[in-house]
């Protein structure tokens, strides 16, 4: 097994001002290539504690992998302790960063100053590969006091994640890493523990060398991963094949895809797929669900637009609900949830509109606690409604509602589809 | 000066399946109170290293919070841990949290397990904090061997950030920290590096005892933090105040706020203010502005809803933009946005309006790389336009659009209600 560690450098993580979200995108890098992570700490722009923390980590642990600490104003901190580690007497320029150095600069009508120019000198000990999205190098130091191999990135996040492909080619072609098979299942629609009890049969029939991890997430479901410990071969990724086929069989409508993904993403492939459009109608979702739809690139080849109607006066002018059916049903009910799915369908001239009518909260009553949410799906074949009751605050509810709106929307073309 | 270190526990942490969010919230709270954080550790669902790292971190700091581990599957492991840490022999029911784990069970329709009842019991050296928000109890171990002081929080986010008061008011009853008073002013429209540069003058005549902090965000701007180390007192309450004036003085338009608080609920305050109402027409932004606008209780005051027009027949046949004039200036024009806001404040009648065309990426041109966008406001007052060129991914881009978008509705409004 190959033991990692990954350690971020900066006061503004201590201070609580940033969001370390850099750890967490190497560890699952790390993970999916069977390398454990044991820790991963942070420590402030103190030469000696990264210098101390480093070296300890270093003896532990066969890959060290920092982000952070070589932004232009403080990375002499950073480097000085890395010259001190790795047993550096001297800084050396690097041509290919001092390259990107210019051109970034440029690119910002900026003039290259000084301390720019020291951005791309590394301790002579130092690999360098090039950083193409930033300023700071990516360094790797081997073997360092012949302990582990340290891998330092630039904190900006970006490019923190912009390293991982590169760090994690020269992490496989140096350490004897197992050769893992991992493929993903996306689910929606069942809490966690249910699926557990569902999948228990299929579960406990599993061979021993495939292993299974549920991975949730608010916004996407659950993600079951897969993997194979004991290679990668075509027979291996045969075997993994099988037991996603039988998944597929036991999950039926609550799999929405088999590669890691998200509804919007998956929403989007099954309407470029029947060549349809889409439009939404929202009012507790507030602009959510538009703008998880319009967050995936190339979305303005199916989808039109939407109107968020939080006023009545919008529903009832721009989306063409009935005050009659508002004042029968409520605002809040499965006849004002249709009728703005097919509102803002006929507004558009969308083939499919999918519409939201709920309470995020605060408030609420006891006919329509906080939570409650009725979702439309308006398309070729007809109109279909759908109630959930949510119980969490404001912000989350919104989410769980934008979430639930696209599965139903998703369930909904795949059965027009299958016809 | 009193020192801690914040510690999360857990398996998913580690294999990068959750980010860690709890540690900057703790971080946050404690550097507010003056309170030095020297360390953020995360450890792995392991008895030995859960109790080799927490006692390492209890003999060098004076305050050690955890998070995690509490679940009603995995706490045995690290509750067995902190029992050895703090010489626990036996386990002991605490009432207040068993009523909680009672309550929380019957509200979701569940049977009360042996393993849930098990929640509630703790070792017999942990003072309890009655966790309101979940079934895992906040526990307090102080002085543990003859070190620092431990809080154990749950992990799950909304009940670790819930308990933040009540251990905050603990480690201020029992620890010697110094009194700091704190203010915050918001800033929206200038880089760090220029604030930095006009602020250079009234900064360096400070005095010594108050001190600045820059903290930025892509979706809020820069917040100023001013604080007096030296006491809390009603003199220098009165200190803080004149310099937040001769600050608004320095800022003029660019502060929107002088408290902690973000653009869209800054923009909600004038709409109540004022009176008024909003609307939106988003392209580029594809329903973030309206998300982030109805992100806010209460919004349903003065927001009455908005149109996504992605599709240029959305943009001609909802809102009322003219061909003619897409097809002289182009999509992505002032022409355009001016068009989209005072179709949209027609369309729904509103006081306000405000629109968004541009390019989040990818593709682009010469004329229009990735990033431009053009901003309408239409108000009581006529429609003003302005346009930015942000060069980030599509998902930043997004985000600097609505920011920006707000920024300048922001102004508007100020601008009329100063009339």
Same mark, same amino acid.
């Given at each position: 097994?190959?033991?990692?560690?990954?350690?971020?450098?900066?006061?503004?993580?201590?201070?609580?001002?940033? =969001?370390?979200?850099?750890?967490?995108?190497?560890?699952?890098?790390?993970?999916?290539?069977?390398?454990?992570?044991?820790?991963?700490?942070?420590?402030?722009?103190?030469?000696?504690?990264?210098?101390?923390?480093?070296?300890?980590? !270093?003896? &532990?642990?066969?890959?060290?992998?920092?982000?952070?600490? +070589?932004?232009?104003?403080?990375?002499?901190?950073?480097?000085?302790?890395?010259?001190?580690?790795?047993?550096?007497?001297?800084?050396?320029?690097?041509?290919?960063?001092?390259?990107?150095?210019?051109?970034?600069?440029?690119?910002?009508?900026?003039?290259? +100053?000084?301390?720019? +120019?020291?951005?791309?000198? =590394?301790?002579?000990?130092?690999?360098?590969?090039?950083?193409?999205?930033?300023?700071?190098?990516?360094?790797?130091?081997?073997?360092?006091?012949?302990?582990?191999?340290?891998?330092?990135?630039?904190?900006?996040?970006?490019?923190?994640?912009?390293?991982?492909?590169?760090?994690?080619?020269?992490?496989?072609?140096?350490?004897?890493?197992?050769?893992?098979?991992? &493929?993903?299942?996306?689910?929606?629609?069942?809490?966690?523990?249910?699926?557990?009890?569902?999948?228990?049969?299929?579960?406990?029939?599993?061979?021993?060398?495939?292993?299974?991890?549920?991975?949730?997430?608010?916004?996407?479901?659950?993600? !079951?991963? !897969?993997?194979?410990?004991?290679?990668?071969?075509?027979?291996?990724?045969?075997?993994?094949?099988?037991?996603?086929?039988?998944?597929?069989?036991?999950?039926?409508?609550?799999?929405?895809?088999?590669?890691?993904?998200?509804? %919007?993403?998956?929403?989007?492939?099954?309407?470029? %797929?029947?060549?349809?459009? !889409?439009?939404?109608?929202?009012?507790?979702?507030?602009?959510?669900?538009?703008?998880?739809?319009?967050?995936?690139?190339?979305?303005?080849?199916?989808?039109?637009?939407? =109107?968020?109607?939080?006023?009545?006066?919008?529903?009832?002018?721009?989306?063409?609900?009935?005050?009659?059916?508002?004042?029968?049903?409520?605002?809040?009910?499965?006849?004002?949830?249709?009728?703005?799915?097919?509102?803002?369908?006929?507004?558009?001239?969308?083939?499919?509109?999918?519409?939201?009518?709920?309470?995020?909260?605060?408030?609420?009553?006891?006919?329509?606690?906080?939570?409650?949410?009725?979702?439309?799906?308006?398309?070729?074949?007809?109109?279909?409604?759908?109630?959930?009751?949510?119980?969490?605050?404001?912000?989350?509810?919104?989410?769980?509602?934008?979430?639930?709106?696209?599965?139903?929307?998703?369930?909904?073309?795949?059965?027009?589809?299958?016809?």
């Amino acid at each position: 097994m190959t033991y990692a560690s990954i350690v971020t450098i900066g006061d503004e993580i201590l201070i609580g001002q940033v =969001v370390d979200t850099n750890s967490s995108h190497l560890a699952l890098a790390l993970e999916q290539a069977g390398v454990r992570v044991r820790e991963m700490l942070s420590v402030p722009d103190d030469g000696e504690m990264i210098e101390k923390t480093l070296s300890e980590a !270093l003896l &532990r642990h066969d890959v060290v992998i920092t982000t952070g600490g +070589l932004g232009p104003t403080k990375d002499d901190i950073t480097k000085a302790a890395l010259a001190r580690l790795s047993g550096s007497k001297a800084y050396v320029e690097h041509p290919g960063q001092l390259a990107v150095v210019h051109r970034i600069l440029k690119g910002r009508g900026l003039d290259v +100053l000084p301390i720019n +120019l020291a951005q791309a000198q =590394v301790p002579e000990t130092a690999e360098v590969i090039v950083n193409e999205l930033g300023t700071a190098p990516i360094m790797v130091f081997r073997k360092v006091r012949g302990g582990g191999t340290l891998y330092a990135l630039p904190g900006v996040p970006h490019e923190a994640v912009g390293a991982i492909p590169a760090i994690m080619a020269d992490i496989k072609a140096h350490q004897h890493l197992q050769d893992i098979c991992h &493929r993903n299942v996306m689910v929606y629609g069942i809490a966690e523990s249910s699926l557990s009890e569902l999948l228990a049969p299929w579960e406990d029939a599993l061979p021993k060398d495939i292993h299974l991890a549920y991975l949730p997430n608010t916004l996407t479901g659950i993600r !079951l991963r !897969l993997s194979i410990y004991s290679g990668s071969t075509s027979e291996q990724e045969a075997r993994l094949e099988q037991q996603l086929s039988r998944l597929k069989e036991i999950l039926g409508p609550l799999q929405y895809a088999d590669e890691d993904t998200d509804l %919007q993403t998956a929403v989007g492939k099954l309407l470029k %797929q029947a060549g349809k459009t !889409l439009s939404a109608a929202e009012s507790c979702t507030g602009g959510e669900i538009a703008h998880l739809i319009t967050s995936v690139a190339g979305s303005s080849a199916y989808f039109l637009g939407s =109107v968020t109607s939080y006023a009545v006066s919008v529903k009832e002018q721009v989306l063409g609900v009935s005050p009659a059916v508002i004042e029968e049903y409520g605002v809040v009910s499965s006849a004002v949830a249709a009728a703005m799915a097919e509102g803002v369908r006929k507004l558009t001239g969308s083939d499919y509109a999918v519409a939201t009518t709920g309470l995020a909260g605060p408030g609420g009553d006891e006919h329509n606690p906080v939570g409650t949410v009725w979702i439309g799906v308006a398309g070729p074949s007809g109109t279909q409604t759908v109630t959930y009751c949510f119980k969490h605050d404001r912000k989350r509810n919104i989410q769980r509602f934008a979430a639930a709106a696209l599965n139903f929307l998703r369930l909904q073309i795949e059965k027009d589809l299958s016809c």
